[in-house]
């Protein structure tokens, strides 16, 4: 199985950026899709975006639609979500999860087998 560990959360103000890391150990990041999803606290756990295995092919939820870009780097065994103009309202515990490689790109939660400890994003204004 795959362990995912999230980095690159922080204090950020309103309008900024961050770029949130995925990194996959245990198996090849190669051998899944990888999504990324968010709870903000008395919050559902959202989903934000997803990349299938070939990095070729993305989803985005309507959350952070236009404002970030999920991207991935096999080699490296790296996922990447990159948020830009950053609002008080993405404040959350941002999580990456996996599911087995293949053409369907999950977007629900129950979805993903494997979650990460995810990492906490403060927008401050």
């Known amino acids: 199985q795959v362990q995912l560990v999230e980095s690159g959360g922080g204090l950020v103000q309103t309008g900024g950026s961050l770029r949130l890391s995925c990194a996959a150990s245990?198996?090849?990041?190669?051998?899944?899709?990888i999504g990324w999803f968010r709870q903000a606290p008395g919050k559902e756990r959202e989903f934000v975006a997803a990349?299938?295995?070939?990095?070729?092919?993305?989803y985005y939820g309507d959350s952070m639609k236009g404002r970030s870009t999920i991207s991935r780097d096999n080699a490296a065994n790296t996922v990447y979500l990159q948020m830009n103009s950053l609002k008080i309202e993405d404040t959350a515990v941002y999580y990456c999860?996996?599911?087995?490689?293949?053409?369907?790109?999950?977007?629900?939660?129950?979805?993903?087998?494997?979650w990460g400890q995810g990492t906490q994003v403060t927008v401050s204004s």
């Open positions: 990349i299938i295995w070939t990095g070729g092919r993305t």
């Open positions: 245990g198996r090849s990041a190669c051998d899944y899709n």
């Open positions: 999860a996996a599911h087995y490689a293949s053409d369907y790109l999950g977007i629900g939660q129950g979805q993903y087998i494997y």
